[in-house]
């Protein structure tokens, strides 16, 4: 069974810094893009970064740039978001998500349920 599953998510105060993981099984992020996503209550998604099976990175919120930093261990299927300097506004459920491709950009088909973040003092 494929699947995607995040996990690392929490309260964290403001400034703290937390790591998600996103890992696969039933098949290998090896030769693929894998990109994470984030949607606030009451907000749409947006796109967070993505990391492409080259290692290309891609930062889509420039209110992240210079504190989250995506990655990927191919020897263990994870791709991983650290999230530093964490604000109030980084709050939300952050998904990672897959598709079959190398690159990033575009959809993606397979996602994962989520990991919650809370940045709260």
């Known amino acids: 069974q494929v699947q995607l599953v995040e996990s690392g998510g929490g309260l964290v105060q403001p400034g703290g810094s937390l790591r998600l993981s996103c890992a696969a099984s039933?098949?290998?992020?090896?030769?693929?893009?894998i990109a994470w996503f984030r949607q606030a209550p009451g907000k749409e998604a947006e796109g967070v970064s993505c990391i492409s099976a080259g290692g290309t990175v891609f930062e889509y919120l420039d209110s992240v740039k210079g504190r989250f930093t995506i990655s990927r261990d191919n020897a263990k299927n994870t791709v991983y978001l650290q999230m530093n300097t964490l604000e109030p506004e980084d709050t939300a459920t952050y998904y990672c998500a897959t598709d079959l491709k190398r690159t990033c950009g575009g959809s993606y088909a397979s996602w994962g349920r989520g990991t919650q973040v809370t940045v709260s003092s």
């Open positions: 039933g098949f290998t992020l090896v030769d693929r893009a």
